[in-house]
């Protein structure tokens, strides 16, 4: 089946109230901004701090942001764990709600794990939830979970699963795997989304079905206008613009950095709050960062 | 304070039936034997595929050990996970059943982390619970979790928080890295637990308080003669006999043949269930590991 999700998505940040519990109603009033800015929502991704999250807390923001009114269309929820059990209730969650794909992190505790281990958690979980409305986005991010989506393990999915297995995120940072799946798998309709807007315009004449990147989250308007208008008259002055922008959170703890550009735009401080193991932006650091932002003309503050 | 937990302690095996749910009965069985042979219960660790657990598994399978008669004294459950929230509520509930110790796993999913962020995670896991009768042992696997406990984090750990954090878990295999730890801590009563009883008859006269060890699974006794006799006139010959037998696991995916073993001992193929992404053992492997094992007298059935 041909992948229906294609745009760019932001791993939606979760804003934390300052006892460190999920913060609702600034994580709606995020989602909406970037609603509102043509961003799709993979919330629950890496960069949403979805691993320092209990399921629960997972199915709740799910739950609250489709009471607020937020598009269940707009959403591509991460549902991976380590444990199958947690896959199969957030995925069966997602499902129910409406959310037309979901983004699924591979197991990340073992290490060292085997293509058929990986085949055999993908398929646990795409036969437990059981349901046709499921569609799966795989998420390559080998330095983090240490468990690679190999083009051998997307083939054997793609044949077993394949009105149900219908894109990767790939967050190698590395063109020449995202090229190498879409030459494989792309021309069956499998959506390849790289992990930064700095290869929309390589990606996109290619095949890519646009970006899921981090920086989605501060940056909207502009990534969405690389994807819409990358072969566009003003095509490589909207991807410089996106670089110039990406290139200064990139050598940043991102999540960190992200959270206190919001904070700014807001004038939120609460916004700068992470959850344990993660750590605030230093003093210096966050000076630097919008000194730099604003030698690129990104607005720090509203 | 003087950590009360020392001796030979297992990371439980988890036994799943054929649609991989964990399997009350077995679990239980299985722990009272190891008690029964003077092990220790390190429920939830590594090898006990705790990360392929949810967190209602877990609690469920500890309130069913202790339903069964298993006493709480001999629990030293497995808390730790990448949520602060979930290792808050396993936390809570093992201290609340009386386990007298919790292994905590550091969040291992973020790479790269600060020692200053695994500090405030622990603090803040130790806040939340807010118990005096928590009895913390940090994990130190950081060929797994990525997460190194270091000795400045102990050190400042066991500065902020002296009567809860009281011991490690050391799986680095290291015996410099162990030893290291019980030099700096040891006579303040930290207790230092090597990963292997191969460590025993080195570690025991330095002051280290047992071992936590895999295949305390399949050789309980064996392993608890060497720590009770490693000083006696038949302590080399029982290190070499535990070495003898643990050489043999140790260069094999270690859960699925020490599965394979419980299989064999108990008639019942069952025991070799896995949750994904690990796989089974293979024929020719299991065939192997069998054989190896007679070689060195080791009853592979009962």
Redo the contacts between chains.
């Keep these: 089946m041909t992948s229906p999700l294609r745009g760019v998505y932001a791993p939606v940040l979760t804003p934390f109230n300052d006892q460190?519990e999920p913060d609702v109603e600034r994580f709606i009033d995020h989602a909406r901004w970037l609603v509102d800015n043509q961003a799709g929502l993979a919330i629950f991704g890496?960069n949403s701090e979805a691993?320092?999250?209990?399921?629960?807390?997972r199915i709740n923001l799910t739950d609250r942001l489709l009471e607020a009114g937020i598009p269940a269309a707009s959403l591509m929820p991460g549902t991976g764990a380590?444990?199958?059990?947690?896959a199969v209730?957030l995925t069966r969650h997602a499902v129910e709600s409406g959310a037309p794909g979901v983004l699924v992190l591979?197991?990340?505790?073992?290490?060292g794990?085997?293509d058929?281990?990986?085949f055999?958690?993908y398929?646990?979980l795409i036969e437990r939830v059981g349901d046709d409305r499921l569609g799966i986005y795989l998420y390559h991010i080998p330095?983090?979970s240490?468990?690679p989506i190999s083009l051998a393990l997307i083939e054997r999915l793609r044949k077993a699963y394949p009105q149900t297995v219908l894109g990767i995120k790939d967050s190698s940072g590395d063109w020449n795997n995202s090229k190498a799946i879409i030459d494989a798998f792309g021309a069956d309709g499998f959506a390849v989304f790289p992990a930064s807007e700095s290869l929309l315009s390589r990606a996109m004449p290619h095949g890519a079905a646009g970006c899921i990147s981090a920086t989605v989250n501060v940056n909207p308007a502009g990534i969405h206008a690389v994807y819409a208008g990358w072969n566009g008259p003003d095509g490589e002055a909207l991807q410089a613009q996106a670089d110039a922008i990406r290139q200064i959170f990139q050598v940043l703890p991102m999540i960190p950095a992200m959270k206190y550009v919001k904070s700014q735009k807001t004038g939120d401080a609460q916004w700068q709050n992470v959850?344990?193991?993660?750590?605030r932006l230093a003093p210096d650091v966050a000076e630097k960062l919008v000194r730099d932002l604003e030698a690129v003309s990104f607005a720090v503050t509203e």
């Design positions: 460190l890496t691993a320092s999250l209990s399921v629960d807390e380590c444990s199958i059990t947690d209730t591979p197991p990340f505790y073992y290490k794990v085997s058929e281990g990986l055999a958690y398929a646990e330095q983090v240490h468990a959850r344990p193991p993660l750590t």
